[in-house]
């Protein structure tokens, strides 16, 4: 067997070189940012996807991307990454899909290093998070476990290791925004005096592109943060500044672990898992070593402050490029859309209205812009109601939201709802609930002629389902009715 350097030798390639390069987590948040660039570069990108039906890239990247169909935790599906890439970039974590995520990011490792060794990958680029303490989360010790692994390989390991990272759509953004933006008086737990050095995602990216094939690099491990070094609790009070608004913060004591989680929960977007995972880490400091990374490459990361005015412009300007909440799927089981493209019938429950439209485009207008901001159109009250009793069951509720305010695509998320396909030119919706129910439910709009038509299915599990359909079928009745009325008026009145 060759030595590890006998290995880089037999598979040398230029500095630099245009490469052939794996994208694994394509459809994540870091992932989305990272694959213009690498395009941009001029690199060939292997997309590597789970679920094919939640790749939407953009039509001017088609070109550049060879899209595959692999699950890490299935080794046999990793028979369809090509033997002859250059360089992979590992962008993949199991932290919200279930409660034993550090088992399954271990074997995930596992399996992608082995596959690779059999491949002509030289490089390898790995985003961690910042492991400087002796006494790590279970998330932040999963991450370095998940380091180690991937050092076995028969490639190079470049790991870079981050701590906050800040962006518009980030799950840490978009926590520090609700609760600055929710609460005019917060009293936090002590957590919020932990130091931590955030880094802007344009500068992640920005390491990211530069590192793939970068041979001085090989072999190594850098922590990447911005300049500023600040508690949590100075984040906060650095959004409201951003936000001109004025926040008072009351840290006390006396919250444990599981209250912070349910705090966070309960106040944000964020999943109860999620919530979990990230109190776990944010009582443990991630404060950058001291490295020439940011020589080495020429990066100047930006600081806190400058990033913020950043992000407030995107979210204003409905320019977020990618969202946690697209990224993430909240239940045990990994969704996979495509096991749900088609609606069943046999043992269904089906709500279904059909109505004239007044004016085609109107309707496929609203049908596009519905949830998040816009709501429902009818009897908005209830579906808050039905949120708040999705939150208290350990539901996702309806304060995710959806990314974009019009456009949608297959695998985003809409307050409660999974996207499972749409296209606006056939004039077709369809949503699947990611609530809690004792069974499953879609909500599909399809245009058909002059009328649109608006059908509900619940697929029941046992008793309780058929019971939980009876129970809600009045307001299914007023709802729904309503909701199809509004959708097919010309008018703007409700």
């Known amino acids: 067997m060759l030595a590890r350097h006998e290995i880089g030798a037999s598979r040398q390639l230029p500095t630099f070189a245009l490469m052939k390069i794996l994208l694994t987590g394509a459809t994540g948040y870091v992932g989305k940012r990272l694959l213009p660039a690498l395009v941009r570069n001029g690199h060939k990108v292997v997309c590597c996807v789970r679920d094919t039906h939640r790749f939407n890239p953009p039509d001017s990247l088609r070109q550049s991307i060879e899209v595959i169909e692999c699950d890490l935790l299935d080794p046999e599906s990793l028979n369809s990454i090509p033997d002859d890439i250059d360089g992979a970039f590992y962008l993949v974590h199991s932290m919200s899909a279930s409660s034993d995520y550090r088992d399954l990011e271990r074997t995930s490792a596992v399996h992608f290093r082995e596959r690779l060794n059999r491949t002509r990958a030289r490089h390898v680029v790995y985003l961690s998070g910042i492991v400087n303490e002796k006494s790590l989360s279970e998330h932040l010790g999963s991450r370095k476990q998940v380091e180690t692994e991937l050092a076995g390989g028969r490639f190079h390991l470049t790991t870079f290791r981050a701590g906050i990272i800040i962006g518009s759509g980030s799950a840490s953004f978009e926590i520090i925004r609700d609760l600055v933006e929710k609460l005019p008086l917060m009293i936090a737990p002590r957590w919020l005096y932990t130091r931590c050095q955030p880094i802007a995602v344009g500068d992640v990216i920005r390491f990211l592109e530069k590192a793939i094939g970068n041979e001085k690099l090989y072999a190594t491990n850098y922590d990447i943060g911005g300049p500023d070094v600040l508690s949590y609790k100075q984040m906060l009070l650095g959004y409201a500044k951003a936000r001109a608004l004025r926040r008072i913060i009351l840290v006390v004591p006396v919250m444990t672990p599981r209250l912070s989680s349910y705090w966070l929960y309960f106040i944000t977007a964020t999943s109860y898992k999620l919530a979990q995972a990230l109190v776990d880490s944010m009582k443990v400091e991630v404060v950058c070593r001291h490295s020439d990374i940011n020589e080495m490459l020429d990066i100047r990361p930006v600081g806190y402050a400058a990033a913020l005015q950043d992000i407030v ?40 209205r059909s109505r004239a439209m007044a004016n085609r485009q109107v309707t496929l207008d609203r049908i596009w812009s519905i949830g998040g901001r816009t709501g429902w159109y009818y009897a908005g009250w209830l579906w808050k109601l039905r949120g708040f009793f999705d939150k208290l069951a350990g539901g996702v509720g309806l304060r995710r939201g959806r990314t974009h305010p019009t456009r949608i695509a297959a695998g985003d998320v809409v307050d409660f709802w999974r996207v499972l396909y749409a296209n606006k030119t056939e004039g077709r919706l369809l949503l699947f609930a990611e609530m809690k129910l004792p069974g499953e439910a879609w909500l599909e709009f399809r245009i058909e002629g002059p009328l649109l038509i608006q059908t509900a299915t619940f697929r029941p599990r046992g008793l309780a389902g058929r019971l939980y359909w009876y129970l809600v079928y009045p307001f299914h009745g007023m709802i729904f009715n309503g909701m199809i009325s509004r959708l097919c008026t010309e008018s703007d009145k409700p």
């Open 313 to 352: 412009k995107e979210v204003e300007s409905n320019q977020v490029v990618s969202s946690w909440k697209d990224a993430l799927v909240e239940a045990d089981s990994p969704l996979r859309l495509s096991d749900f493209i088609e609606v069943p019938v046999h043992g269904c429950f089906a709500d279904r």
